[in-house]
């Protein structure tokens, strides 16, 4: 149960915490600045849970919506020493709260492996197998892409 109440902001967190944040979550091996800062540039909202000191955070979440009819929550990350403390569960009902009140149709997520049962609980559900999600695969997309013989689409990073 959380004691002292954290603070929740709406204001991005810097490079190095998300690079840290991100290495706690197994998420990276390696920092990329540059690509952190269109991850950080590029999200439509982040929520940010901090101390009174807003570089100490201790959790962040983030989503990418259009305002009307989607909103995909992501990254949702508790620091390290203080997973298991209600501060996860705290930041997902303020997030789950504020998209609620935007009157988004639709808020889903891609839940992190063994967090299933941890958003089933905040009032997510699986979709069925017929709506699965799904991950775009270069090697297979490129194939895919061939025009014929003598013309392929490269895909690039």
């Known amino acids: 149960m959380i004691m002292n109440r954290p603070i929740i902001t709406n204001i991005a967190p810097s490079v190095a915490t998300l690079a840290q944040l991100y290495f ?5 091996r390696e920092v990329d600045e540059g690509r952190l ?7 439509s909202r982040w929520w940010c849970l901090h101390t009174e000191e807003p570089s100490d955070v201790i959790a962040i979440g983030r ?8 909103a995909c929550v992501y990254d949702v990350i508790v620091r390290e020493r203080d997973r298991r403390k209600g501060f996860g569960t705290y930041l997902m009902r303020q997030i789950i709260v504020d998209l609620v009140n935007h009157d988004i149709d639709t808020i889903h997520l891609w839940p992190s492996k063994g967090k299933v049962a941890f958003y089933e609980r905040l009032g997510f559900i699986a979709l069925s197998q017929e709506q699965p999600v799904m991950k775009l695969n270069r090697d297979l997309a490129t194939k895919a892409m061939q025009v014929d013989d003598f013309s392929v689409i490269e895909l690039s990073r």
């Open 24 to 28: 706690e979550a197994d998420f990276i």
């Open 37 to 43: 800062g269109r991850a950080i540039e590029n999200t």
């Open 63 to 70: 989503c990418i919506t259009d305002w009307a009819r989607y």
